[in-house]
């Protein structure tokens, strides 16, 4: 959030956050240990001044990063969900709808995320404009929620429409990309897990071009599903698809559309680094990145701080606001109060 002095009355009044940053100050401040799913999460989150006093970001006994973990159970390209024949049936009908015929059987670059202005959708529709090769190899499928032919129907949220479709379908009509994209809603996670598997097998790609983000699960779950991945560079897939000099994604500009098209061109089409990114990637994921590797990580931390876990905690312990004791509109945290944690230097 972009909160300024000016700003900070309307800001908490729409996102009502005075209460979660005090009440994550005492938190943070009074546990063991604060565990982020990134390091960026860590050094750049926390460090924000509205944290000083609560948790030093630079203290490694203060901090571990486990990050969220991916269900193979679902997502794996071996897994197979009792509807799958069905979501595939689903994939075909809605690709038969939206794409010409002589092209449906094309891999397809599938993103997968919330109609949102910072998923960035639209960087990843320009750049598919500007590529001849792309455009040759492959189709664009952006899989939402709730809208069934998104290029056609219009959004009941004035925003969503305004913001992120209408413009998708500009640059659809500008660069004559009727045919080439596909766009359809899926009714749960299941049946995403199934379509991942389905447009895998014709070497299809998943693309995350968000602005920034904070993690990145889906690109994880559709890693695991044996599809190459294309992220943004901006947050957490920076962490969970490389390790030292090994990657297991590419990593793209999301403000560059050119940047975008060039990580997606050394995919689609090229067999040997598809497969590469196929498997690279699903093992990687499941070697890291399960739920059970996750709670083998929480429960060795767990280890090291029961029989102590005082001797992690500051000397310095923060008050704990009379809100939280007597929660009256009268104790409430005044605007005074969130303006010192923000501001003050």
């Not at 972009?2 to 401040?29: C, G, H, K, Q, W």
């Not at 197979?80 to 449906?104: G, K, M, N, T």
């Not at 040759?136 to 479709?165: F, H, I, W, Y």
């Amino acid at each position: 959030l972009e909160v300024t002095p000016e700003n900070l009355a309307e800001m908490d009044e729409n996102y009502n956050f005075s209460r979660r940053l005090v009440a994550e100050r005492l938190s943070m401040n009074r546990s063991a240990l604060n565990i982020t799913s990134t390091q960026q999460e860590r050094f750049e989150q926390y460090n924000h001044p509205a944290y000083r006093g609560a948790v030093d970001v630079e203290n490694d006994a203060r901090f571990a990063v486990i990050p969220p973990g991916v269900d193979p159970a679902l997502f794996d390209a071996n897994a197979c969900i009792e509807e799958e024949e069905s979501i595939y049936r689903l994939v075909e009908e809605r690709l038969a709808r939206d794409i010409a015929e002589q092209r449906r059987e094309l891999p397809a670059i599938i993103a997968a995320s919330r109609l949102e202005p910072k998923k960035n959708h639209l960087g990843l529709v320009q750049a598919f404009a500007q590529s001849q090769i792309l455009q040759e190899r492959a189709n664009l499928v952006l899989v939402t929620s709730g809208l069934e032919n998104p290029l056609e129907e219009e959004a009941s949220d004035e925003q969503t429409e305004q913001n992120v479709l209408a413009p998708i379908r500009e640059v659809i009509k500008e660069n004559n990309l009727g045919g080439k994209v596909s766009a359809f809603a899926l009714p749960n996670q299941p049946a995403l897990a199934a379509a991942y598997r389905f447009l895998a097998k014709r070497r299809s790609v998943f693309a995350l071009t968000a602005h920034y983000e904070p993690f990145g699960l889906a690109p994880l779950e559709a890693a695991v599903a044996g599809l190459p991945v294309i992220a943004t560079q901006n947050g957490g897939p920076s962490e969970s698809l490389q390790k030292g000099n090994e990657q297991y994604g590419i990593l793209v500009d999301p403000s560059d559309p050119t940047s975008i098209a060039q990580g997606l061109e050394r995919v689609i089409g090229d067999v040997q680094v598809w497969e590469k990114f196929a498997q690279s990637g699903r093992q990687h994921v499941l070697t890291h990145y399960t739920w059970e590797s996750i709670a083998e990580n929480y429960l060795a931390l767990i280890e090291q701080i029961v029989p102590a876990p005082a001797a992690r905690r500051p000397q310095h312990l923060l008050p704990i606001h009379s809100y939280f004791h007597d929660p009256r509109p009268e104790t409430d945290i005044s605007l005074e109060e969130l303006s010192h944690l923000f501001f003050s230097s």
